[in-house]
């Protein structure tokens, strides 16, 4: 069937779950597509209803509550954001020290 518009962010994954229980899936040694996630990006803008609506898309294609799409959604809640929210300042501090103006990246 056609794309969900009920979804905002998750309209092709839900539409590749409800493909899934009906094709046979091959593998493809190449790659077919990418995306890139930034700041300015639907994904990067607004990170906590993206995995609001891809649990609501998951849980309607028959997922568990101990599957590993729900560890990992803990992880990030428990884990990663907490620690997100203290890079910033830890990084103001660390360039401050090194004198270093405040949108100063370093890279390998």
Known sequence: GPLD?????????EFFLRLA???Q????????ARFRL???????????EFLREERR??????????????????R???VDAPLNRLKMP??????SVMGLPR???IRP
């Open 57 to 74: 898309a998951f849980l309607a294609h028959g997922g568990s509550l101990r599957s590993p799409f729900f560890l990992d959604l803990w």
């Open 103 to 105: 949108d100063s990246r």
């Open 38 to 48: 930034h700041a300015g990006s639907k994904t990067g803008r607004a990170h906590r």
């Open 90 to 95: 830890l990084r103001r501090l660390l360039w």
């Open 25 to 32: 899936a091959r593998f493809i040694p190449s790659v077919l």
């Open 76 to 78: 990030y809640r428990v």
């Open 5 to 13: 518009v009920s979804y905002h962010y998750m309209f092709d994954y």
């Open 21 to 23: 229980g009906s094709v």
